[in-house]
């Protein structure tokens, strides 16, 4: 059985700083992308950012590029969002996804989710 659990969500202020966590368990795939969405109420799922597990190559929506860093552990079967410079649009529920296909925004397992409020 495949889990996923996110930890690091809050409240910060504009232009601040949260690091998000997943673990990721019962997913073996080594080729798989795995990665972080987000929704807003109200909005439609958006592709955050992914991490292919193979090589560690990495992909940004355009909308956190420059901002957010994602990463993994490999051994700890873990994966990071490091966010910096946060703005109010920036609100939403964070989802830790694995597998699926990170092109066409479609995510075949994910977690609770962490919530992350930025007031202005």
């Known amino acids: 059985q495949v889990q996923l659990v996110e930890s690091g969500g809050g409240s910060v202020q504009a232009g601040g700083s949260l690091n998000l966590s997943c673990v990721i368990s019962?997913?073996?795939?080594?080729?798989?992308?795995v990665g972080w969405f987000r929704q807003a109420p109200g909005k439609e799922r958006e592709g955050v950012a992914a991490?292919?597990?193979?090589?560690?190559?990495?992909y940004y929506d355009d909308s956190v590029k420059g901002r957010f860093t994602i990463s993994q552990d490999r051994a700890k079967n873990a994966i990071y969002l490091q966010m910096n410079n946060l703005q109010p649009e920036d609100t939403a529920m964070y989802y830790c996804?694995?597998?699926?296909?990170?092109?066409?925004?479609?995510?075949?397992?994910w977690g609770q989710g962490t919530q992350v409020t930025v007031s202005s």
């Open positions: 991490i292919y597990r193979s090589d560690g190559q990495t």
């Open positions: 019962g997913y073996t795939y080594s080729s798989a992308s």
């Open positions: 996804f694995a597998g699926g296909n990170w092109f066409l925004r479609e995510y075949a397992h």
